[in-house]
């Protein structure tokens, strides 16, 4: 995939935060271990004169603990400690109220993304892509259906368990426009690496037509080979672990496919959303991502073509 796992820059303000924090103490720890080096080597090649009395040498030695161990050891570690107290305030809550609040939920090895409908509006739902309006806090609800999860975008935010039973809440905010990669952090079993997430950054406007396009229900296709597809759809597996709005598809095992196309990737950021991609990931699941839960859907090659026509409808 062409979005890397960038970690060393931040691109929000929590990220920022604890950037700041992280290249503190890799400084800081570079220096003991320079300084201590130093002095060892010193020590160990230093040969004092005849000259030097055994008082001025230990009074030297006195002094050397004193600073060196306890006075300077004492400023950097209260510095220290400043500075981390200062980071967790920035970073417990945003400055200002969040803008929204979406639901993260960790599947092996998935995550579904909700976003609340207000009044009459339906729920957005959506998989491993988070779309937010750039400069506005987003408050983040995290839970598992599972196993323990690590939901992490470094860009964005330091990592935040997931777990079962439990609703865990973090913030994010993106300062400027882009695709934000992310990743679980918790071993969570056999594809722990294939699971990941994607922050998208988007204007105000273009967040608004995104989000009132996820909350439209499909419609009947109206080309032949699609419309077949749809049969073959709901005569088949697909059915009982999918939903696709607007039709009798509720499952919810798997991700809900209403708007796949829009989606950048297929099966967490394993393969791109291609046609070619699409088609092999239905065919035979388990050689691109061994151990999870989708089955080999067994489909005669028209079928499958049918199947693949229907779900490019599904924008």
């Not at 935060?17 to 800081?28: D, E, F, S, Y």
């Not at 950054?201 to 699609?226: G, H, I, K, L, Y």
């Not at 696709?244 to 791109?272: C, F, K, N, Q």
Request: with cysteine; glycine share 10%; hydrophobic share 45%.
């Amino acid at each position: 995939m062409n979005w890397p796992l960038a970690i060393l820059t931040g691109a929000g303000p929590v990220a920022s935060a604890q950037a700041k924090l992280g290249w503190w103490l890799l400084v800081v720890s570079v220096v003991v271990v320079v300084v201590v080096t130093v002095l060892v080597l010193a020590g160990g090649f230093r040969r004092h004169s005849n000259e030097t009395s055994m008082v001025e040498r230990e009074g030297a030695g006195v002094r050397w603990v004193v600073v060196g161990g306890m006075i300077v050891p004492a400023i950097v570690l209260t510095l220290t400690f400043a500075f981390t107290i200062a980071t967790e305030n920035a970073t417990a809550a945003p400055p200002k109220v969040a803008g929204m609040t979406v639901d993260v939920i960790g599947h092996r090895w998935w995550w579904e993304v909700r976003y609340a409908g207000g009044g009459s509006a339906p729920t957005v739902i959506t998989a491993n892509e988070i779309h937010v309006p750039v400069g506005i806090p987003v408050r983040l609800e995290l839970t598992s259906a599972d196993v323990i999860h690590s939901f992490w975008i470094p860009r964005l935010a330091g990592k935040t368990d997931v777990v079962p039973g439990q609703r865990n809440v973090a913030w994010i905010q993106a300062d400027k426009p882009g695709i934000y990669r992310g990743a679980c952090a918790e071993y969570c079993g056999l594809q722990h690496s294939n699971m990941a997430a994607f922050v998208v950054a988007e204007s105000p406007a273009q967040f608004e037509q995104w989000t009132n396009a996820q909350r439209d229900t499909v419609r009947a296709p109206s080309d032949s080979d699609a419309a077949r597809g749809l049969v073959v759809f709901q005569k088949s597996s697909c059915m009982a672990c999918h939903t696709i709005r607007g039709t009798s598809a509720v499952g919810r095992i798997g991700p809900d496919l209403t708007h796949l196309v829009s989606r950048m990737t297929i099966a967490a950021g394993s393969l791109e959303n291609t046609r070619g991609n699409l088609a092999g990931w239905i065919a035979n699941p388990q050689s691109i991502k061994p151990g999870n839960d989708m089955p080999t859907t067994p489909l005669r090659g028209s079928e499958l073509q049918a199947l693949v026509a229907y779900l490019e409808t599904l924008k």
